[in-house]
């Protein structure tokens, strides 16, 4: 599976980003597919992930600003930022794993549960 992110910028605080990525390459519904972000000198921090039969699991980072979709037909996964503010600047990576939704939810967290990466795109948020 190769992944490729598209949608990150320069936004003002209070604004909004659509970030997209694009899947090709093996079956697209067999993975489950999650958003990352890492700030510099920080760990990379799972946002959401989202599952093919549309369940849904957020990361307290993600809960309430970021909305995780995905559209299967289109092989892509998007991630709808509200509300950003500085804390939000980071590089942003989408992965693919075959992640079971019924699995200790600790593992969605853990990068190693994804098989596939994207190369990021950043996202920098100005007060």
């Known amino acids: 599976v190769q992944l490729q992110a598209s949608g990150g910028g320069l936004v003002q605080a209070g604004g909004s980003l659509r970030l997209s990525c694009a899947a090709s390459g093996r079956n697209f519904d067999d993975y489950s597919l999650g958003w990352f972000r890492q700030a510099p000198e920080l760990v990379r921090e799972l946002i959401a992930v989202?599952?093919?039969?549309?369940?849904?699991y957020y990361e307290d980072s993600g809960k309430g600003r970021f909305t995780i979709s995905r559209d299967n037909a289109k092989n892509t996964v998007y991630l709808q930022m509200n509300t950003l503010n500085p804390e939000d600047t980071s590089v942003y990576y989408c992965?693919?794993?075959?992640?079971?939704?019924?699995?200790?939810?600790?593992?969605?967290?853990?990068?190693?549960?994804?098989?596939?990466w994207g190369q990021g795109t950043l996202v920098t948020v100005s007060s």
């Open positions: 989202a599952w093919p039969d549309g369940h849904t």
């Open positions: 992965a693919a794993g075959v992640l079971s939704r019924y699995s200790n939810s600790n593992l969605y967290g853990q990068t190693g549960s994804y098989e596939y």
